[in-house]
C-alpha cells in the first residue's frame, strides 16, 4: 500500500462497509453517500431460458433502489451478519478491496474524489456459483 493514511484505509473501509449495511438496515441514503454516481455492479449469471452465461449489471441508481427494499422482510441476513474487508492494495487515490458477506463476495475499487472514499466498481459472485440464475 503506497503512502495511504490511517484515515484512508478508515474511509476505504467505511465505504465498502456502508454499502454492504445499507442493504441490512434498508438505508438507501447511506448507499448513495457510499457509492459514485456511476458506479457499476457486476456478476456472471446464468440465463434460465437458454442457459447461456452473461454478464448482468446494476448501475447506481438500482443499488439504492436495492437499498430500501432489499432486506424488507428482514430475512435476507443473519442476525449477526459477516461483514469482512479485506484492503488489497491503496495507490493514491485508488484502492482495491474484497469484502466478504454470508453469501458472496464483492471485489471493489474505490476511489477518492474530493476528499472522499466512494465505490466505482464491483464484481460479485455468490460463495455457491450455482445460485447464479
Same mark, same amino acid.
Given at each position: 500500500m503506497?503512502?495511504?493514511?490511517?484515515?484512508?484505509?478508515a474511509a476505504i473501509q467505511q465505504a465498502a462497509l456502508d454499502y454492504l449495511e445499507?442493504?441490512?438496515t434498508l438505508n438507501p441514503e447511506q448507499m448513495q453517500?457510499?457509492?459514485? @454516481?456511476?458506479?457499476?455492479?457486476? *456478476? #456472471?449469471?446464468?440465463?434460465r431460458g437458454t442457459g447461456k452465461e452473461?454478464?448482468?449489471?446494476?448501475?447506481?441508481?438500482?443499488?439504492?433502489?436495492?437499498?430500501?427494499?432489499?432486506?424488507?422482510a428482514g430475512d435476507k441476513f @443473519?442476525?449477526?451478519?459477516?461483514? *469482512? #474487508?479485506?484492503?488489497?492494495?491503496?495507490?493514491g487515490v485508488v484502492a482495491s478491496v474484497k469484502l466478504t458477506a454470508d453469501e458472496w463476495i464483492d471485489y471493489m475499487h474505490i476511489v477518492k474524489i474530493n476528499d472522499h472514499w466512494t465505490v466505482v466498481n464491483v464484481l460479485w459472485a455468490y460463495h455457491d456459483l450455482a445460485a447464479h440464475r
Open positions: 503506497n503512502q495511504a493514511t490511517s484515515d484512508d484505509i445499507s442493504q441490512h453517500r457510499s457509492i459514485h @454516481p456511476r458506479m457499476v455492479k457486476r *456478476t #456472471v449469471w446464468t440465463h452473461y454478464l448482468r449489471e446494476a448501475s447506481a441508481e438500482e443499488m439504492i433502489l436495492l437499498a430500501a427494499s432489499y432486506n424488507q @443473519p442476525p449477526n451478519p459477516q461483514k *469482512t #474487508v479485506e484492503i488489497l492494495d491503496v495507490q
